[in-house]
């Protein structure tokens, strides 16, 4: 065999083996469709998968709108939020798209004034204790979309409470009562740049959480 045979031969060769790794990689259930790709964010990502599969358009702007939630606060748009429910629901890409562990709670911290206080626990202001807790069944929904952030850690939620204001509160929802509602961020943060906040042991919700409790704090200002 001459040198360009052996080397066609050993092209041929390697392109199969790349194959072959690729397809133990592949994140698409057999059939299912592959909106972003194979190996979803391939170039991105920081574990051992194959790092030469190009992204898709869909692939792209997910990439995007993600990146610009984790890392600067962006809110995600609902097309999105709507885009990985279909993924969690598939089954698809999941070693970056999971649901939190079933049965355990998140929580979310925000910073409220007195007047939204008041109102939720049905009490003059003056009359608020300065700690509590309130047990009941509702609906939250961020104000600004589809999406919020959680978290694993109660501790953590109050890191994301304004100090400007005069009362944290800490919402607690059970996973278990939100299924394919939470995102757990821990795969995303095996994709650059969104792995310097892999220390974070968040989630985003997705779309409307069924709480089940919320508890409250009047903060030194």
């Known amino acids: 065999m001459d040198k360009d045979g052996g080397r066609m031969k050993n092209d041929l060769l390697r392109k199969a083996v790349r194959a072959l790794i690729k397809e133990e990689y592949t994140q698409v259930a057999p059939g299912g469709e592959e909106t972003l790709g194979k190996i979803v964010f391939s170039k991105n990502r920081l574990d051992d998968v194959p790092k030469d599969e190009e992204d898709t358009p869909i692939e792209r702007e997910l990439y995007s709108a993600l990146e610009q939630y984790v890392n600067e606060n ?27 562990p079933g049965g355990v709670v998140v929580y979310r911290g925000m910073s409220v004034n007195s007047d939204w206080l008041s109102d939720a626990l049905k009490l003059p202001k003056e009359k608020i204790p300065k700690s509590g807790e309130k047990e009941g069944s509702f609906a939250y929904t961020h104000y600004k979309g589809e999406a919020s952030s959680w978290t694993l850690s109660e501790e953590e939620t109050k890191r994301f409470t304004n100090r400007f204001s005069q009362w944290g509160v800490v919402i607690h929802a059970r996973t278990s009562e939100n299924k394919l509602k939470f995102l757990d961020l821990s795969g995303i943060y095996n994709v650059d740049p969104m792995y310097s906040m892999k220390r974070e042991e968040e989630c985003i919700g997705l779309g409307p959480i069924e709480a089940f409790k919320f508890s409250w704090f009047k903060k030194k200002l």
């Open 74 to 100: 962006e809110p995600l748009p609902d097309h999105h939020t709507n885009q990985i429910k279909d993924i969690l629901q598939s089954g698809n890409y999941s070693k970056l798209f999971k649901e939190p």
